[in-house]
């Protein structure tokens, strides 16, 4: 392989080059290096620097290759061995670790920590030093190249303190930006606020590895699970440890921490100390995010509801995609984050509501904002990266215009009459460091490189000594030149030069005559005599030639000094820059949701304490959406009313109503449940909704069991997979919960299913007496409106036509007459003979006896193949022309004369 080299870096070589081939041979200095370091890293693929390369070697190369597609090489031996090597660019590292870090390996960096001209000094074959400078994980990335725009990349503790019904507690952190946020939790409740947050890493206790609680947690985190030593998550001196991180000396400050709590943000500091080593990650004050604060969804219901990703794993078709109109990576996360975590606070959600009414109201004022967020860059994750020193010129430039276009976005909020969210917005954002803006504006180049060490990103004039050093680089024979004509005019030699070789450097040469001369004047001093010229030198050309030698990197020093500065001027403003910087995120997700709202025609809901539930004209944001998009169709809108019968109160003693919803397949049961569950989470996290009016009294906890699953990792089938999430909503619910259920018991025999559902139903109705939609097939099951009082049977309405289903779409109330099942296996494409003897049995069900046994039919039935046999051709011309025939536009004539053409027709197919 043929490389370009640079001049500070190391050849890439094989770490054994010149070693013997004896299997007791010693390892080479650069091999014993390798080897020592590797062994302090064990777990970790080791990116070893040699020159321009990442090099793996044993294990590691092996992985590596197999992993990344790359060329698997052998070089050098280490005990009598060929020791296999793979190596990566530098330059194109971060494509290699984003695939690394997704498959869920952890690399260890190992860079070279001195300069190579030092390591020589120390001998001709002396290694260079290195070390491992930072662990990449999936939970501790902050490259640009490796992250999502709009999705957060949080990594997570979760502690326990106590034995098995101790308390509970998550800390979570998103190091691309600095969040820090710590939860209690509970032991029926941990799994699903860690798997809300759709964490990238979840570090555990390795005591904790067969804890009961954290077993359905274990199985679904799969390689983002990682378990540390238990020291990680002392709790004696967790708050001594988050003082000292935070330099206070009491946390009282950031809110009052449970045991557990402390426990778990203690421990994801430790973490990140362990995986960026000598960093200090610029993590804002820990915020505590209370208990009771957000509505409560547990992962099957956010599987099912596909809140954030759809069943395969896509963003595309699920609600945070329908609803994202965000302008910036910062507001995207936001309104993933108020996703994940909807309010329970009514206050607060009326807060985010007016902010999105008076955008949605105020189109210019909306259009201006969103001209002025699109294309904002990333400010947050340019902050982090260069709190933790990682940051390049670009990191600054984006500050710099981020702060730039902070001010335009608050010129136009100025003038205007805010809601309060927007006028706390505003007031971030006229408190930005303004000096700071001008400073970055004046000092950086308008063409930044990537990497500090390229250099240029300093714009001309910015600093004087800056300039003249790049002078020297840039225009030394100018320099020289200049200096040789002053030479020349101020000794009156008109022939005087100014020269350079590789032995003598740069030298003052004139004719042999004219040397004695110059000589004379005490300021030259001779160098060299020719046949026919003299050679001097000077102090002054001395110090040019130096200054010239070492002009460039000289130049890179000052911007680099420079940068230093800069990044220290900014760090200095982090706190403001953060709130300006969540200010921006806020009116980006309230504009985008004003914009949502005014272009689909959704409106405000009213959100209260009450045990209200009231849709009106209700539509599934995802499916509507989807159907505009397919060329424009309309979804049809449905009511629905599950507020408490005597009022909406949420006084002790009232409850929700319970709706028995039944019809056909296809008929649209599953959509109707889905929307208004998705409409509640709408309203909660302070958005409009696809609705004419809607109010909606605050749910605590929301369920939906809609769809089969299986869990075969586990041993599950897909009825015990319903059984589990239908206990946990039975075990659970509460009078303020919306529950949403699809065909309870249909995984198993008939009177057991039934049984099951109609008791599903009765403890929902007295015990938990909370709002909920119960779809079922089990038409016996309608009889239960007669007696539990807030029942309401509704239905699915279908159309038929000519023996042909016509699906509405419509709820209504009511009962169905059947279940159309035979007609949409039909649509499916089941062969004609099975559609035929499936209504032949179904005819014989229906018309079986009450209580009769359901099978005794089957004696009385013709064989399947019999049947097959007797069924009509799947075409018939006959039949086509009867069907195209209009009776009332016949004459008698013109009629006599059809039934005879299908006379004709039926007598020659036969």
């Not at 035979?822 to 179904?842: F, K, M």
């Amino acid at each position: 392989m043929l490389e370009i080299l640079r001049p500070d870096r190391e050849p890439r070589q094989a770490p054994d080059a010149g070693a013997g081939a004896a299997g007791d041979a010693a390892p080479t200095p650069m091999m014993a290096q390798f080897l020592e370091i590797k062994e302090r890293h064990a777990d970790c693929l080791l990116f070893y620097r040699m020159g321009d390369f990442y090099e793996l070697f044993f294990d590691d190369a092996v992985e590596a290759s197999a992993a990344l597609g790359i060329t698997l090489t052998r070089r050098g031996k280490h005990l009598g061995a060929d020791i296999p090597m793979a190596g990566v660019p530098v330059v194109s590292s971060d494509d290699y670790l984003q695939k690394l870090i997704g498959l869920g390996y952890r690399v260890a960096v190992c860079e070279q920590v001195e300069d190579p001209a030092e390591a020589r000094k120390r001998g001709a074959k002396s290694v260079v030093r290195r070390d491992v400078v930072r662990l990449v994980t999936p939970g501790t990335i902050t490259e640009e190249t490796l992250l999502e725009p709009g999705r957060p990349n949080y990594l997570m503790c979760v502690s326990r303190v106590g034995g098995a019904a101790g308390s509970y507690a998550i800390a979570w952190t998103d190091l691309s930006t600095g969040l820090f946020r710590i939860a209690p939790s509970g032991a029926d409740q941990i799994a699903a606020d860690v798997l809300a947050m759709e964490p990238s890493e979840v570090v555990i206790a390795d005591t904790l590895a067969g804890d009961e609680a954290l077993g359905p947690l274990m199985s679904r985190l799969g390689r983002r699970l990682r378990f540390e030593p238990s020291v990680l998550f002392d709790g004696a001196t967790a708050a001594e440890r988050l003082c000292r991180f935070f330099g206070v000396s009491t946390l009282d400050a950031f809110g009052a921490f449970g045991r557990a709590e402390l426990s778990a943000g203690a421990a994801l500091l430790a973490y990140l100390a362990r995986t960026q080593l000598k960093a200090h990650p610029p993590l804002s004050a820990p915020r505590r995010v209370e208990a009771g604060s957000y509505l409560r969804i547990d992962p099957a219901t956010r599987a099912s509801l596909e809140l954030t990703r759809t069943v395969s794993g896509k963003r595309q078709g699920s609600l945070l995609a329908a609803i994202d109109r965000c302008l910036t990576g910062a507001g995207a996360r936001l309104l993933g984050a108020r996703l994940a975590l909807p309010l329970t606070d009514a206050a607060a959600i009326h807060a985010r509501q007016d902010s999105v009414a008076l955008l949605a109201g105020a189109g210019t004022l909306r259009k201006r904002l969103r001209e002025g967020l699109k294309g904002l860059p990333d400010i947050d994750r340019a902050l982090s990266r260069l709190g933790l020193d990682r940051g390049g010129p670009r990191d600054l430039g984006a500050l710099a215009e981020g702060l730039r276009r902070a001010d335009a976005i608050a010129a136009e909020l100025a003038g205007s009459d805010l809601d309060a969210e927007l006028a706390e917005a505003l007031q971030a954002l006229a408190a930005a460091p303004r000096d700071l803006a001008v400073r970055l504006s004046e000092t950086l180049a308008d063409d930044l490189p990537l990497q500090r060490r390229d250099g240029g990103f300093v714009r001309a004039g910015a600093s004087t000594e800056l300039d003249e050093t790049r002078g020297l680089r840039d225009h030394s024979r100018r320099v020289v030149a200049e200096l040789q004509a002053r030479y020349a005019g101020e000794t009156g030699i008109r022939s005087l030069k100014v020269k350079h070789n590789n032995v003598l450097g740069y030298f003052v040469e004139v004719p042999e005559a004219q040397g004695p001369a110059l000589l004379a004047g005490g300021a030259f001093h001779h160098r060299q005599t020719l046949a026919s010229a003299t050679r001097f030198s000077t102090p002054e050309l001395a110090d040019l030639e130096a200054r010239i030698t070492e002009a460039g990197a000289r130049a890179l020093a000052i911007e680099l000094g420079l940068f230093a500065e800069l990044r220290e001027a900014v760090l200095a403003e982090i706190d403001a820059i953060r709130r300006l910087s969540d200010a921006l995120a806020a009116i980006d997700v309230s504009a985008g949701l004003a914009e949502l709202a005014v272009a689909s025609d959704w409106v405000r809901p009213v959100v209260d304490g009450s045990l209200a539930f009231f849709v009106e004209c209700g539509r599934h944001p995802v499916v509507e959406a989807a159907l505009k998009a397919a060329g424009g169709q309309s979804f049809v809108a449905n009511d629905c009313d599950l507020s408490p019968p005597n009022g909406v109160s949420g006084k002790a003693g009232s409850a929700g109503a319970i709706w028995l919803i039944t019809g056909p397949n296809m008929g649209g049961k599953s959509t109707f449940l889905r929307q208004n569950a998705l409409i509640a989470v709408l309203a909660q996290i302070g958005a409009f909704v696809p609705a004419s009016s809607a109010r909606i009294g605050v749910v605590d906890r929301l369920f939906s069991r809609v769809g089969a699953s299986d869990d075969l990792a586990e041993g599950r089938s897909t009825f015990m997979v319903e059984m589990v999430e239908t206990a946990a909503i039975l075990n659970q619910a509460t009078e303020r919960t919306l529950v949403v259920l699809d065909e309870i018991g249909r995984g198993t025999s008939t009177y057991d299913g039934l049984s099951i559902a109609f008791a599903a139903v009765e403890h929902l109705h007295e015990v938990n007496r909370a709002r909920a939609l119960f779809a079922t097939h089990f038409h016996e099951m309608t009889a239960l409106a007669g007696r539990l009082k807030r029942l309401r049977n509704a239905t699915v309405r279908v159309k038929e036509w000519e023996g042909e289903v016509i699906f509405l779409h419509e709820v209504t109330a009511g009962v169905a007459d059947r279940s159309y099942g035979v007609q949409v296996a039909r649509l499916a494409g089941l062969p004609p003979a099975v559609v035929e003897r499936a209504r032949q049995i179904l005819a014989e069900l229906e018309r079986a006896a009450q209580g009769e046994k359901r099978t005794a039919f089957l004696d009385d039935l013709p064989l399947f193949s019999q049947a097959a046999k007797a069924l009509p051709p799947a075409t018939s011309p006959a039949l086509d022309a009867l069907k195209a025939i209009d009776p009332d536009a016949l004459s008698p004539r013109e009629a006599l004369e059809a039934l005879y053409r299908l006379k004709g027709l039926a007598t020659a197919k036969s």
